[in-house]
Structure formats: C-alpha cells, structure tokens
C-alpha cells in the first residue's frame, strides 16, 4: 500500500518507498525552478537592465575597464582609397596607439572653415566612393560638404587601412575618433566654433558614444546609430563582434543609452520611419530627465539610407549659413520631403 492508518495521530502515514520517490520528483522540480530563475536573472542583467544609467562616466568606466576580446583581428593592409577630389589629401592624427591614417581637406592658413569628421557605417573603414556622387536611395558620402568648402577629416581608426591595433567593436575606434576630433580642433584653418562630428549607422553610434567623452564639437549628428547594444545583441549582434556578447559590462560600455547623463555636447539623432527608433527615443527621455541637449528627429518617409542625403545638404547648408545650433525637426522633415518630391 502507499499509506498506512496512524492509530495515535488519526492520519495517513506514506510509505517509505513514496517517500523516496517524491522526494526526488521535488527536488528535480527545485532544480528546473531554480535554473530558470538563475537564467531568468542572468539575461534581465544584461537586457533587462539596459536602460540603468551606468554610475560613472564612459570615460571613467573605460578607465577602469580593459576590454576582453577574444579574438585579435584587424582588417588587413588594404591601403586608403584614392584621392577622388582635388581638394583632398593623405594625412595622419595622433591616436592613442599612435599615428593613424586618414583623408582630409588640404590645409590652407589665413581661413576659419567649419569642419566635419565623419564615421561611415560598416565595418572596415572608409570607402572607395566617399567623394563621388550617389543616387538619394543611398548616398553615404561626404560630397555635400566638400561641395560647400568645409574642412573634411575622414579618421581610419585601429585596425583598419594598415593602422595599429585591432577591430574592438565601439570601444577604442571612440577613443580614435575623439583623437581626430582633437587634430581638427588644432588645425589653422578651421573655426573652433563650428567643428561638428558625424556618423552613419555604425559609425552612428561610434559618434553618439564620443559625444560622451568630448565637448569640442559644437554639434553631434548620429545618422541611425545604435543606442542600445543590449537590444543588438539580444538580437545576435552582427555577427562581427571580438568581444563576449554574454558580458553584461563589455555590452554597456559600448552602450551610449547608459551614458546619457554624460553627453558633453549637443546631440542630433535622425533616423527614418521606416526603421525602428524605439531605443533612440527611450534614450532621448532619459536625456530630457538630466537637461541633457539630445534630440531624436524620425523622418517620416524615409528610411535608413534615403534620409542621408537630403538631411546631409541641409546641414550643410545650415552650417554654411552660420546660424547657431542644429536644423529643426520641422526642417529636417520639410527638406526630405522637398527631395522625394517627384
């Protein structure tokens, strides 16, 4: 039988057999019970908690941290892509491993230009057509500013066009990029009053992070960079990345929604409707939260790449007008919309 009558007590008595067997189904129970919860805490601390401000400042927190990176590579010796303009050259800035490479406006004293640095997006480096003319579906150049005379600083970062160092994934590229930054701060031909840093998607977030740890530009403009790793790396990530995606630290601190609080600078991030910005307007709450000057512009419309163009020649025309700040949103919609018109 399972059970027994107690005479003294009244009440049924489990045989020792049961006993066993139930005490092992409850602690097989427990343990599923308390794997899932383990797991459950281990993911909330790196996704669920992606929106925590970090408690010191990206500059401080990678002061203390070297990143873990489990695979040393860069992108090889593929040397800088051909001066396609006459207004171009070859030259180099001083980064933190050393002398990198880069393509830039000649340098011409007695003048006070505006001066652009641009991130482009992928992986790898600049590309070939960085000065030629592209259609609008996708028109990732720098044309519209060269056109208008600017000052123009293309930084190859670590890793990439022969430069010392390896691919770190958003983590020393920023220190690079503030590097450049700085060079172009110094040159004799540029208004320190108007030094503005740029990116496009990766190189999106490569800026919205240096506007952390930099107050020289007068403005940062961030073409759909990425505000959140956490939320890419849930994700997958992009199939790239050197360092461990299970690493709640080395996510965060190539997260720039963690470091809003920090931002020195005034910062612009466009991105068209037609991708998600969920993430960039969360980080743009936080930002109204810490009176940080950060705004989010979804140009309804457009999408990833269709909105670079037409928003690239207002700002160069903005810029090149000398007015103050950064273009509007009601302009930015307005000169996308004059653009698609056919």
Known sequence: MMCSKNPVWGYKIMSKKWLIILSIAGAVLLSCVGGFLF???????????????????????????????????????????RITHSELEYTSYEGPLGRMGAIASREVSGLSKPAIIWDFGGFGGIFDGYADEHPANNDQSIRQFLDRGFVVFLPAVRGEHGNPGVFEC?????????????????????????????????????????????DIPAGVVSFGGAPDMAHIVSGGGYGVEPYSMASEVEVALRSPNRFTKYIQCPVLYIEGSAHDSSAARAMERRAVGFGVDLRVVIVDGADHWTVLQPVKGLLADHIGSGKSGLPSSRAIQRAFNAAAKP
């Open 39 to 81: 797991l459950s805490m281990g993911l909330y601390r790196i996704f669920g908690a992606q929106d925590t401000p970090w408690p010191v400042s990206l500059h401080e927190a990678r002061s203390e941290h070297k990143t873990q990176l489990w695979k040393q590579e860069d992108f090889g010796e593929r040397l800088l892509p």
């Open 170 to 214: 958003f983590y020393g590229e920023v220190d690079d990029l503030v590097a450049a930054v700085e060079h172009v701060a110094a040159r004799s031909d540029v208004d320190p009053e108007r030094i503005y840093l740029m990116g496009h998607s990766t190189g999106g977030t490569n800026v919205l992070l240096a506007s952390a740890m930099t």
